[in-house]
């Protein structure tokens, strides 16, 4: 485990409240949630289903707005954007990673890799040589050409976690990245988001049943009643 806490705090959120539906039927999933992430660390996300942890992610990603709360990236209140702004801020600055791979089927591994570029106007030839070296990270260079049904489901995810970082984000969501793979691919793909944390200083937040794997990261929480509490999964050390 590392000691992250003399880093800098990129995202803060504070106050993060979220319900669904309306009158009897209201669920509030989170409420009053607050969470600093360090710079360059990887935090996991465990709970039992149901109590939010991808509703978290999505506040987390802009992909939703909270019914309360704030989300600041570097003391910029990230909410106060209209929903051009924010779709810009996403493809510049969060990376996904989900449990179903999401990729095109119709495009190439190198072609789904550098979307998030084409996305935001970039074109392919300017985009092609960092895919391609992202693609030779995750140990794909021999399949850059391939469409997605050529490739196996590790391979797949390997695709996504490429496309999640083509950007240079500041920030890695994972939502379950390994819990649709068998138990060595989903460790192969969890050493290659560490990597990928090693290498960029990528902060990383990952929602995993896989409390082995959450055990391997700088800090674990656990999403209980809405909040978020410090978990007692013992870490196991490893060298940064």
């Known amino acids: 485990m590392r000691d992250i806490s003399s880093t800098t705090v990129d ?8 319900a669904y539906g309306r009158g009897a ?7 009053d949630l607050d969470l600093d992430l360090f710079r360059g660390e990887m935090v996991a ?4 289903s149901g109590t939010g942890k991808s509703t978290l992610l999505h506040l987390l990603g802009a992909l939703d707005r909270p019914d309360q709360g704030s989300l600041h990236y570097k003391g910029e209140p990230i909410f106060q954007r209209d929903d051009a702004s924010l779709a810009v801020f996403r493809n510049k ?11 095109l089927p119709e ?4 072609e789904n890799t550098i979307m998030p570029g084409l996305i935001a106007g970039k074109k392919k030839e300017e985009m ?3 895919g391609t070296e992202l693609l030779n990270k995750v140990g794909l260079a021999h399949r850059l050409d391939h469409k997605v049904g050529e490739l196996s489901g590790g391979e797949q995810q390997r695709v996504a976690l490429a496309r999640a970082i083509i950007m240079k984000p500041a ?11 068998d138990p060595k691919t989903g460790e192969k793909v969890f050493d290659l988001i560490r990597e990928m944390n090693h290498s960029f200083g990528l902060t990383t937040v990952m929602v995993t049943h896989n409390y082995g794997l959450a055990s391997r990261m700088d800090r674990c929480l656990t999403l209980l009643n809405g909040k978020l509490c410090q978990s007692d999964i013992v870490h196991e050390k490893y060298q940064s």
Request: hydrophobic letters at 50%.
């Open 25 to 31: 039927g209201k669920v509030q999933v989170l409420q």
């Open 45 to 48: 996300i465990t709970g039992v």
């Open 128 to 130: 092609a040589p960092d």
């Open 171 to 181: 920030l890695l969501l994972a939502d379950e990245p390994t819990g649709n793979l």
């Open 107 to 110: 495009f190439t591994a190198l």
């Open 11 to 18: 995202f803060s959120a504070h106050g993060l409240s979220k």
């Open 93 to 103: 600055t969060i990376g996904f990673v989900f449990q179903f791979h999401h990729l």
